[in-house]
């Protein structure tokens, strides 16, 4: 089983996070934010990763620091449970409907860590969360994890189907680009013999 765990702790946070990789979507998620709860939940569900994520974070200054810091320590524990990367599948991509909403999403799990975000929203806030925070929370990730990351919202108005079909994207396309790959389940999937 491919499992990690991350315990982080900054003057402005303390997070404790357990991944497994081969899990079956269980999570247990805490921020503090109750819709950043909730989106890291669906990333758990659809990936089939497994998401242990409890944060004590500075709330009371703003949501700030606790999106960033544990986008950060979710994407820390996917790259150390991936360890040297062997036999995954290495890229994935999905096509993420909500109603009216359609985002797409594609990565690789390249060790080159980049966010290209394509998404855009009509409201300050969902919830208690501020919008802004959502790009910061996906470029978090994705420089820890070590993956490079395209989102693109192709279309939609509803605030909450569009953050929620971002997330449900990653999670899908997550899902394939981790999993072992039956034909080359000993090898790094790169011509550099590493990643």
């Not at 994520?53 to 606790?66: E, K, N, P, S």
């Not at 960033?68 to 995954?88: C, F, M, N, P, Y």
């Not at 919202?153 to 079909?165: A, F, M, Q, R």
Request: aromatic share 6%.
């Amino acid at each position: 089983m491919r499992i990690a765990t991350i315990n982080r702790s900054t003057a402005e946070t303390r997070i404790d996070v357990t991944v497994n990789l081969d899990g079956t979507g269980i999570y247990r998620i805490e921020t503090g934010i109750g819709f950043l709860d909730h989106m890291i939940e669906q990333l758990s569900r659809h990936s089939l990763i497994d998401i242990d994520c409890t944060v004590a974070g500075d709330l009371h200054i703003d949501q700030h620091h606790t999106t960033e810091d544990s986008g950060i320590a979710i994407g820390e524990a996917v790259a150390k449970a991936l360890a040297d990367k062997r036999g995954i599948r290495r890229y994935g991509d999905a096509l993420s409907p909500m109603d009216e909403t359609l985002t797409r999403v594609a990565l690789d799990i390249s060790g080159r860590p980049w966010l290209v975000w394509k998404t855009e929203f009509s409201q300050k806030r969902l919830g208690e969360m501020d919008t802004e925070l959502f790009e910061h929370w996906f470029h978090s990730f994705a420089q820890a994890a070590g993956i490079t990351l395209h989102i693109e919202t192709l279309h939609g108005k509803n605030n909450h189907h569009i953050i929620e079909s971002v997330f449900k994207g990653l999670a899908r396309a997550l899902r394939t680009a981790v999993e072992i790959d039956p034909r080359k389940a000993d090898a790094i999937p790169s011509t550099k013999g590493m990643l």
